[in-house]
């Protein structure tokens, strides 16, 4: 799986005697808990990425059942998930495109099935394909997963680089946190795990310093409270990031941009003289 993986991240893009490969970095976004802001987080983080690197950003939602992307964002969806699954036989690196939906910041968008029944109909082998076939089109592939560790979530947290832990302060999810990652380090993802503390504030009677006690991790980023920024962003169907980039909690996913895209990868090679121009 991983040399297959490997092999479809070097998909080539002609330039003038030049030969680009793309490096891709799969991103998930992930809790244990529901509730807690995964999908806001990474729809914004998909737009600040595409606004500030101008590099091309997939955004999958494989919430299967109930994803809230496609709202998030306002798009009119034309194909989803199921649908690509449905013609995998016949889809390349190439074809991915056309099943995907452009949303008007530039990111390219794959939308959860719109019914929750067609969920049943994908497998984890077909999400192994789906991110294989992204990987080496896109610089930076966000994924929005449910809270839970189906199959199909540990494919996508298996083929990611970074996986983004979202909590917040409340006891119930701090506890549900905790067991979530003592289980992911049993499957060996301690090295991927950065945590996103979301709604971040003292206020509630839980420090930041007790929390990373309690979980044994630091928090990587805060993401400050914004009830009225968020909701009212969601409510409209545009990311805060492209119309509230002043507020903290914009400024705050730009970092997170910032943290995900420290070094980007992008190869550039001589061509080989080819016989006949093939």
Do not use: C
């Not at 500030?52 to 299967?64: E, G, N, P």
């Not at 560790?149 to 409340?170: G, H, M, P, R």
């Not at 945590?195 to 044994?216: C, D, P």
């Not at 914004?226 to 962003?233: A, C, E, L, P, R």
Request: proline share 3%; glycine share 6%; aromatic share 8%.
């Amino acid at each position: 799986v991983t040399r297959t993986y490997e092999a479809q991240n070097k998909r080539k893009h002609g330039t003038r005697g030049m030969e680009q490969i793309i490096g891709t970095r799969v991103i998930t976004v992930f809790s244990t808990k529901g509730g807690v802001g995964k999908t806001t987080i990474a729809s914004n983080l998909a737009v600040a990425l595409a606004r500030t690197t101008k590099k091309r950003v997939a955004l999958l939602d494989l919430d299967l059942q109930f994803g809230d992307v496609a709202v998030l964002m306002n798009l009119s969806v034309k194909n989803t998930v199921y649908d690509l699954v449905k013609d995998i036989k016949n889809v390349d690196s190439d074809l991915i495109n056309d099943y995907m939906t452009t949303h008007f910041t530039g990111v390219h968008v794959l939308p959860a099935p719109i019914k929750p029944e067609y969920s049943e109909f994908i497998d984890s082998k077909h999400v192994e394909k789906i991110i294989g076939l992204l990987n080496g089109n896109f610089h930076y592939v966000i994924i929005d997963v449910s809270a839970s560790f189906q199959d199909i979530v540990l494919t996508a947290l298996d083929l990611s680089e970074k996986i983004l832990v979202v909590s917040t302060l409340d006891l119930p999810t701090i506890k549900n946190i905790k067991v979530g990652l003592n289980l992911m380090e049993n499957l060996k993802y301690k090295d991927k795990i950065h945590v996103i503390l979301n709604k971040a504030s003292e206020q509630y009677g839980v420090r930041f310093s007790e929390f990373e006690q309690t979980i044994g991790y630091p928090i990587w980023l805060h993401i400050p409270e914004d009830s009225t920024t968020v909701i009212t962003s969601a409510n409209k169907g545009i990311p805060f990031v492209m119309t509230r980039d002043d507020t903290k909690v914009a400024r705050s996913i730009f970092t997170l941009a910032e943290l995900v895209s420290d070094h980007e990868r992008v190869v550039e090679k001589p061509l080989k003289r080819r016989i006949f121009g093939f």
